[in-house]
């Protein structure tokens, strides 16, 4: 068995994770890592994208994260996100209607400050679409 870590993501909301882990899987804009024990220092930006967790007992949870950063030590790992969601609490129903609701925003948009806005969130939600309803 793999040593075990500290691993903990926050998001602005809440705490979501707090826990000894063996790996996580973390989505940096310079690629995907995973994180064991005794991992180098490394500071990374956060894509918005999938992070595994594997907890000591070897279940896998599964989080995504929208954007932060990540401060990786040697004995642990915190992803500091600038929203973060579990993949189990996603209801499909109700992300495809907002994606819906995004799409209507943006065509109504007037200005270029609200269709960044409204660009920005339908690009997150069709991420986080494709990411829990993979093709």
Not at 91 to 98: F, N, P, V
Not at 113 to 123: F, V
């Amino acid at each position: 068995m793999a040593d075990a870590f500290k691993f903990e993501l926050v998001s602005p909301e809440r705490l979501l994770v707090s826990q000894q882990v063996q790996s996580v899987l973390v989505p940096g804009t310079e690629g995907e890592m995973t994180v064991m024990a005794h991992h180098a220092p490394v500071m990374s930006t956060l894509r918005a994208g999938l992070v595994a967790v594997t907890g000591t007992d070897g279940k896998v949870d599964r989080y995504v994260v929208f954007g932060g950063f990540a401060d990786i030590l040697p004995d642990s790992c915190t992803l500091l996100a600038e929203s973060a969601v579990s993949v189990a609490d996603i209801d499909r129903e109700d992300l495809a209607r907002r994606i819906q609701h995004a799409r209507e925003d943006l065509a109504d948009a007037t200005d270029d400050e609200g269709r960044t806005k409204a660009e920005m969130l339908l690009h997150q939600l069709i991420t986080l679409d494709q990411i829990v309803m993979p093709a």
